[in-house]
């Protein structure tokens, strides 16, 4: 399936299909110098079939993990294509998950001021949410995501064959964000994941969220407004992340429950439980009150945040980053004493 992300001069196309990684150079241009960045953490045969379709590449392997998202990794593959003499005709792929598809977009988005980037997503969490809508960003110090550009890829290729050697952890890390947006804004894909099996239904689950994250960014591609909704668990989830050993969607997840109407809670948390994402545990308020207070979306004492109503539906506000706290420390701490 092609799915077109019309963003005028910066559209492109997103192509879901099983067994694409080894037709990459039918959709990507590939007849040129190639950076190739992967992890250590993904197969090593995913990033040589890229190579062996290119006419001149290089593979650099940065760690696994969200350390990679330093200066210091963003300086080394900057150095490495200076090195290999790439022009501003050359282009980076990404292979990986979210954090080499982040490092390696703003990577491309600054070596001569921008090159072509194409990213190859190998994880459900990148698949149906980071691989697309151009944000690319390093880490800087404890803050996540603080140094970034936005900057669009040139094509995504979606193959759900890559997702088979995925820990099941991986695959829930992944469906965390799904869940998100289907609270948000799909109340038939909150339907599928909620009573049907997940594994059977994958592809639907990843097509139906690339089609509202597609939807969203469209209309707000620098997030001015609408794309806000996609941050939905993220302003307590980043707090979490930055104080527990958990996941991304992990902590996403966890993010959600407090911002969703009481009416529905009860729903989302069975459905967290199903895809193994109901982790409540003691949680570091004074971490995660430090890492809200420095988030990115927060403005000053405020930070605007999404909430949820109804399945399918949501509402945006700004509120103090302290009653976000304490949304969710009551919200947590009725559900320990139940």
Not at 24 to 53: C, F, M
Not at 245 to 250: A, K, P, T, V
Request: charged residues 25%.
């Amino acid at each position: 399936m092609n799915i077109h992300m019309n963003l005028k001069e910066n559209s492109y196309d997103i192509v879901v299909e099983k067994g694409i990684l080894l037709r990459a150079n039918q959709h990507l241009n590939l007849n040129r110098r190639v950076l190739i960045v992967t992890d250590s953490g993904v197969p090593e045969e995913y990033a040589q079939t890229i190579k062996n379709q290119c006419k001149e590449a290089i593979i650099c392997t940065v760690e696994q993990g969200e350390s990679s998202k330093s200066l210091e990794t963003f300086g080394f593959l900057l150095q490495k294509m200076l090195e290999n003499n790439f022009s501003r005709n050359d282009c980076v792929v990404a292979v990986g998950g979210g954090v080499v598809g982040d490092l390696s977009g703003f990577v491309a988005s600054t070596y001569m001021r921008g090159i072509d980037f194409y990213n190859v997503p190998t994880t459900l969490l990148s698949q149906i949410d980071s691989s697309i809508g151009g944000k690319t960003a390093i880490n800087l110090g404890n803050v996540k995501n603080i140094v970034g550009s936005f900057y669009q890829p040139k094509k995504v290729l979606i193959d759900s064959e890559l997702l088979k050697t995925l820990p099941k952890r991986q695959i829930a890390n992944g469906l965390a964000e799904a869940i998100k947006m289907a609270l948000t804004s799909d109340s038939k894909l909150f339907d599928i994941i909620e009573n049907n099996d997940i594994e059977e239904n994958i592809d639907d689950i990843i097509i139906r969220s690339l089609n509202i994250k597609k939807s969203v960014v469209e209309q707000d591609e620098k997030e001015s407004g609408l794309r806000k909704i996609l941050n939905f668990g993220h302003t307590i989830g980043h707090g979490i992340e930055v104080s527990e050993d958990l996941y991304h969607g992990e902590c996403v997840a966890l993010g959600l429950i407090p911002l969703c109407n009481k009416k529905i809670r009860p729903r989302v948390i069975e459905v967290l439980k199903k895809c193994n994402l109901y982790n409540l545990i003691d949680f570091d308020w004074d971490k995660i009150t430090q890492a809200i207070f420095h988030d990115k979306k927060a403005d000053g004492e405020f930070v605007t945040i999404t909430t949820v109503p109804e399945v399918g539906s949501f509402e945006i506000e700004k509120i103090k980053c302290n009653e976000v706290i304490e949304i969710a420390k009551t919200c947590f701490n009725k559900i320990l004493q139940e």
